[in-house]
């Protein structure tokens, strides 16, 4: 570029008069660099479709093994037993982790979150919203690993010692409606077997309470943007026609209700694929038990766990159709988000 | 009903905007109703912060009849209608002093019930502002949030309001489509039929036909000209040509003072005041 002025120069007068000289070595240069650049983004583009493309294709190709020889029925069992020669493989209990852990996750984090939102856009004075916004969408920017070890040295300790004992006292002498029986024979009843075992903190509420944290910044996030854009006019019109400050407020819930689905819904994505935080605290063991107080396992967390150990084909395997069955449940969770909430913007473009 | 309420509109509108047939249409502007007030204000000032909106205004508007504020932009006509269901409330930092009263009811009072206030002195606001929900819930909504159950009687009030809006046979078929599906106009009426099943005993119109055209504006004066027989109504507008067409009373806004008010023929044709002369001739606004 240091030659640039003088190049013009040389090759200035050399243009003939009459027509626009396609010799000007400064202009071809230029147009290579459009060229080159756009080549480049084009280049970067391929290649992420491509990475993203290859991940799925690994992960198929890779569970190959297990999907023609477990198939269906890595659905329906709940034993993980990776020894050689014996091995069996049901992801089903994993299943049953994420499912449980996301449902306590949304249990406490949807109303604690679409609370923080009302408060930030409808009660909080100016100076007020800001900082309270910012500080919870600084959860987010906490990296789950700290997560994980704040919930195994204080939370799962609180919980063990404080909250779930007074769980345990309130649910356990409770037995509304008997839901079969154990292995040992014992009845089992509704809501005492969901306190079964008594206090251990890691377990289940563990997961679900500490993923429960973490999706709190996106839905209330979203959730606040959504109630931000409810129209001052229906605002005015509810109070005009003597509605309370909550009346007016639920028809702003209303009126954002397919934003707040979506919201929740992205909540839900990052809690099926949350794996650091979730298996520091949660106990990991490969059971199904209606019992909160039970050790369990997610999808996410078994492959972080037995990655290193995943020593023969079948096993390894069975580790790729997990990950193919969290892919699949996380993508549908996330496509699912984004088309409420591609339609609550296309709402508001044309209102 | 609808045939002498337009000619009477027509009517009125020629009555003012021409001097002969004036004497005819007197007992149109000035009909034989109690001479009850509906809304009192006493030395009603506004405070926006520290700067002051509205200056001691001492107003009394007829019950039963149809009043409009007029006056150019910013001169507090909208702010005082916004006192009188307390929606200033809404606003940060807004301060009332004076007295408003709605049927001898002091609006100020500290044991008023806000609420209740703005059940029984509807609005009507500038842009048609439909729930979104369906006409039917539209309507419903103030009859639910004020408790009223029961399918029946919220399917008959919903009726009876949609009817008084006029909006009844056009919409009756479809009453379970969103209220944002209907036109302009239709919108309007709906709101109107809306603050109407509240059941209020005054109405307040904030520029109720400024975003509409003039075939929907026709017909919301032709509702006011109707509905002012059994409720008292109160309209600002920029449109002069509107107050003479709707209203039997004016009152004449400038700079945050009531400079004039009186029945709307004697506003528009002798003013007592040249400022208002000025402006219902176009001098300035």
Known sequence: MMGGPEAMNSTAPVQSAGHFGTGNRQNIRRRMLDTATAGAAWGAVLLTLGILLTIFVVLVHGSWMGLTQIGWRFFTSQAWNPVPGKDHYGVLAFLYGTGVTTFIALLAGVPLSIGTAVFIVRIAPCWMAGPVSFLVELLAAIPSVAYGLWGCFVMSPWLQNHVEPMIYASLHPIRLIPVGQYPSGQKAYFPSNLVRGGPSGTDFLAGGLILTIMILPIITAITRDVLAQFPAEIEHGAYGLGATWWQTTRLALDYGRVGICGAILLGMGRAIGETMAVIMVIGNTDRISASLFAGGQTMAGVLANEFMEADHPLYLSAMFYVALVLMVSALVTNLAARGLLSRIRGNLTRA | ?285
């Open chain 2, 1 to 285: 009903m609808a045939p002498p309420q337009v000619t009477d509109m027509v009517g009125r509108l020629h009555g003012h905007s021409l001097p002969a047939p004036a004497a005819k249409t007197i007992p149109i502007t000035a009909p034989a109703k109690p001479a009850a007030y509906a809304i009192e204000m006493e030395n009603l000032e506004v405070f926006y912060g520290k700067q002051r909106a509205v200056h001691g205004v001492n107003l009394r508007v007829r019950r039963n009849e149809v009043t409009a504020f007029i006056g150019p932009s910013g001169c507090g006509k909208t702010t005082i209608l916004r006192c009188l269901n307390r929606m200033n409330d809404l606003i940060p930092h807004c301060q009332v002093r004076g007295s408003i009263k709605i049927h001898g009811a002091d609006v100020y009072s500290r044991r008023t019930d806000v609420m209740e206030l703005r059940k029984r002195t509807g609005m009507v606001f500038q842009k048609a502002n439909p729930f979104p929900r369906s006409i039917f819930e539209n309507v419903a909504y103030p009859l639910r949030i004020h408790g009223v159950r029961g399918k029946h009687v919220l399917a008959a009030k919903v009726e009876q309001a949609l009817r008084a809006a006029g909006l009844w046979e056009e919409v009756k078929d479809r009453l379970h489509v969103s209220g944002a599906a209907l036109s302009g106009g239709q919108q309007q009426r709906l709101c109107i039929a809306r603050a109407l099943a509240a059941d209020p005993d005054v109405l307040l119109m904030d520029e109720p036909c400024s975003a509409l055209d003039p075939i929907a504006t026709k017909g919301i004066e032709a509702l006011i000209n109707q509905l002012c027989q059994t409720i008292t109504i109160v309209i600002v507008t920029h449109n002069m040509h509107q107050a003479v067409r709707v209203a039997h009373q004016t009152a004449f806004f400038y700079m945050g003072s009531l400079i004039e008010s009186g029945p709307t023929d004697k506003i528009f044709n002798t003013p007592d005041h040249p400022q208002t002369l000025a402006y219902v001739t176009g001098q300035f606004g």
